[in-house]
């Protein structure tokens, strides 16, 4: 039992199979070794001392553990696992303090390592269960500094100052390892209750029994002393194994924020909140600890990047999170039509949600359209593990995924920041990617093409994290942004919608270019160097046609194609016309708008979006060399038809036709890796080619899980509706429906 003011200390000393001192705990290496004794305030009266080995997993022991503790491996083999050792604490010290009269008492260690860095983490890592005396503690050094004031300050206290400020014997080697540290401890401890200090123990360090969820709003202070970024974690992670990973350290409620990349996945980093700076800087000595097999990386962080990862400003999310010490499970992949009765009949009476309906938060976008995304809480973790137990099971016709979530990650993936998206929109480009299959629907306004001129105002960036974003780019350029085109950020996407590492960005001037380049040369950005180069409008397509530049200078491509460059197609032939349904499948802000003479505008149909037939076409030869380059869609296969030309085809009698013979059929609720090759397997015996059919991508550069398919004619198109929609691939169900 323990009690905050205790009549009893025991005196507590330990060492691990590793670094001794300030360093102790730091190289996650086992406890080999327990000194205590139990001492009571009022009398001045000591019980027994005790000494026990305790046997580690791995008894390799460091050169400086054998050297300062005289410990052997063979000595070591012959002792009690840490289990057993810590029952014999618990039976030995309430044996001396019931001789002694006493029933409670505090654990008195030297410093916080003992208790915070090693004893709590071995225990969570061996599945043990320490007893209550190890949740309180006092730290001797910090009520030594309160007795004396003008002693050394705490981080630079030792056992050893200590005594030789009070003029105590300082001989180690009179005692065995230990025994000398905790009889002078005890001598310590009675010179500070002496008639001349009357040091009174009233207020130990408490060590937290759970970590606590809850809401951070943005409006909060957050001391940059406090945070830590954790990275390299395993992507399933939730916010109480980070909370594991720092057993024995306070962290402050909320104060566990999982990152998420530009899709709103988990992207193996945490951003860690604790209660004081001291907090911190021992979480900062668990760099390149382990998470089961994997070690993680432990940074210094700021407040700033704490709140914009968890912090918000939405009512609904402070709503939903209202209810504190819920557990929270996120769903992914939720029909669009699912309702909230959907989703409780679907975890079922055996997992009841908190609160019902208002125990449900659906994620929208912007526009109030479903991501079929979800999160929900549970009351208590029995319920939370039925509902995960439901992972992949279906509803509709989708299997449902099921993660463990966080109250940062409800905040991240719901909340919008308007002001960060304001500025991202000043900046931001669509991606640059790769050259599709015909049917090409233009999704890059004119307005924002790339200039191909031969003034060097351009820079292109090399080696960027996969998981960099438009504000990545601007916070690495600084003071440079403001030079910056509006819409002037190109991110390169490659042939499969995804990061190719590379970013082109158009300046204001040469001259600009020329100094971010200087500037900005091999800075780093997260845990990675990028190269800046400058370069011209035309040499950014040459280098998007395969071409290589660097800093002594440009290589153009291979294939040596000059009628590639778009300015060698003055005109093109008569565009084709695509329906109002197919040009409904995407936003507004992304399809092209069409170009009309004002003779034409009049007697254009409204409902018609025009696009150039052929335009991809023209550049298949040269993807047949290149399988995969990272092409611009302002420079290959999404030009815009002269405007004699689109003007041409809206004042055409006829009704609106297919780009070519046959039939229009949309694919949803596609596995995200789904290619040309694996449609065509589906569809396998209709007469179908990989011009048929076009992968849908989103914004971001990734697949939407939807694709077009063009049937050679209206009946093949409605017997593959009526054969095949719902039907599986890649382990999900397919929706087809003709356009």
């Known amino acids: ?6 009549d009893s200390l025991v005196v507590l000393f330990g060492a691990t199979a590793g670094a001794y001192g300030a360093k102790l705990g730091s190289d996650e290496r086992e406890l080999i070794l327990l000194v205590w004794q139990v001492v009571d305030l009022p009398s001045k009266k000591v019980g027994a001392l005790h000494k026990s080995l305790v046997k580690a997993d791995n008894l390799d022991l460091s050169d400086q553990c054998r050297e300062v503790t005289g410990l052997t491996a063979e000595g070591l083999g012959k002792a009690e696992p840490l289990d057993q050792v810590l029952q014999q604490f618990s039976q030995l010290v309430s044996s001396d303090l019931k001789v002694l009269g006493r029933s409670s008492y505090t654990l008195c260690s030297d410093g916080q390592s003992l208790i915070r860095q090693v004893l709590h983490p071995e225990a969570s890592k061996k599945n043990l269960l320490l007893s209550d005396c190890f949740y309180s503690f006092y730290d001797l050094r910090k009520e030594f500094h309160t007795c004396y004031p003008n002693s050394a300050a705490v981080k630079d206290q030792t056992i050893k100052t200590m005594a030789e400020y009070l003029g105590l014997g300082t001989d180690e080697t009179e005692e065995d390892f230990g025994v000398w540290q905790v009889k002078t401890m005890v001598a310590i401890i009675f010179s500070m209750l ?36 954790a990275r390299g974690l395993p992507w399933q992670s939730s916010d109480q194994d980070i909370a594991r990973f720092f057993k024995g350290l306070n962290i402050a409620k909320g104060g566990v924020a999982l990152c998420l990349n530009a899709q709103g996945r988990r992207n193996g980093e945490a951003l860690v909140r604790f209660v004081n700076s001291e907090q911190r800087d021992l979480a900062l000595e668990r760099h390149k600890h382990h998470m089961g097999s994997r070690y993680i990386e432990v940074y210094k962080a700021t407040g700033e990047e704490f709140l914009k990862i968890a912090g918000g400003t939405s009512n609904e999310v402070a709503q939903f999170l209202s209810k504190e010490n819920q557990v929270i499970i996120r769903m992914r992949g939720l029909p669009f039509t699912a309702t909230q009765e959907d989703v409780l009949g679907f975890l079922g009476p055996e997992c009841p949600v908190t609160g019902g309906k208002e125990g449900l938060l659906f994620v929208k976008y912007p526009d109030g359209r479903p991501t079929g995304d979800a999160f929900v809480l549970f009351s208590c973790e029995e319920y939370a593990q039925n509902a995960l137990k ?21 905040q991240q993936v719901v909340t919008i920041d308007r002001e960060t998206q304001n500025v991202l929109n000043r900046y931001m480009s669509t991606p640059l990617i790769p050259t599709l299959p015909t049917p090409i629907i233009p999704v890059i306004p004119p307005p924002y093409t790339i200039a191909t001129g031969s003034i060097r105002d351009c820079v292109r960036l090399r080696g960027l994290p996969y998981t960099a974003g438009i504000d990545d780019i601007l916070e690495f350029m600084g003071d440079a942004t403001g030079d910056i085109k509006p819409h002037g950020v190109h991110m390169v996407l490659n042939q499969q919608g995804r990061p190719s590492g590379d970013a082109f960005i158009q300046m204001k001037s040469a001259d600009k270019a020329f100094m971010v380049a200087q500037k900005c040369h091999k800075k780093m950005m997260k845990d990675r160097y990028v190269e800046v180069f400058q370069c011209s409008g035309e040499e950014m397509n040459f280098v998007l046609m395969g071409g290589t530049l660097n800093r002594s200078g440009l290589s153009p491509p291979p294939c040596k194609l000059p009628c590639l460059s778009p300015p060698t197609y003055a005109a093109f032939q008569t565009a084709a016309v695509i329906p109002a349904e197919a040009a409904a499948l995407y936003q507004p802000q992304a399809l092209l708008p069409a170009t009309r003479s004002p003779q034409a505008s009049a007697a254009a149909p409204p409902t018609v979006t025009y696009y150039p037939a052929q335009t991809a076409q023209l550049y298949m030869n040269y993807t047949a060399y290149y399988p995969s380059p990272p092409v611009s869609p302002t420079t290959v296969g999404y030009i815009a ?25 949309r694919m949803q609720g596609l596995p995200y890796n789904t290619g040309m090759k694996e449609i065509l397997s589906f569809f396998q015996g209709y007469q179908l080619h990989a011009d048929s059919i076009l992968v849908l991508y989103n914004f971001s550069g990734q697949p939407s899980g939807e694709a077009l398919v063009t049937f050679p004619s209206l009946d093949l198109a409605k017997k593959a509706v009526a054969e095949k929609n719902g039907q599986l691939l890649g382990g999900r169900y397919v929706q087809l429906c003709l356009v």
């Open 194 to 229: 002496s008639e001349s200090c009357n040091h009174v123990f009233t207020e130990p360090e408490t060590v937290k029994y759970k970590y606590e969820t809850g809401p951070c709003s943005k409006s909060e202070t957050v001391d940059s002393e406090t945070v830590i970024r």
């Open 641 to 665: 038809a002269p405007p004699g030309a689109v003007a041409a085809a809206a004042t055409a009698a006829h009704s609106p036709i297919l780009p070519q013979p046959g039939a229009l059929v």
């Open 390 to 410: 439901k992972h992949k099971e279906i509803l509709g016709k989708r299997y449902i995924e099921l993660f463990r979530s966080t109250a940062a990650e409800v």
């Open 1 to 6: 039992m323990t009690a905050s003011h205790s």
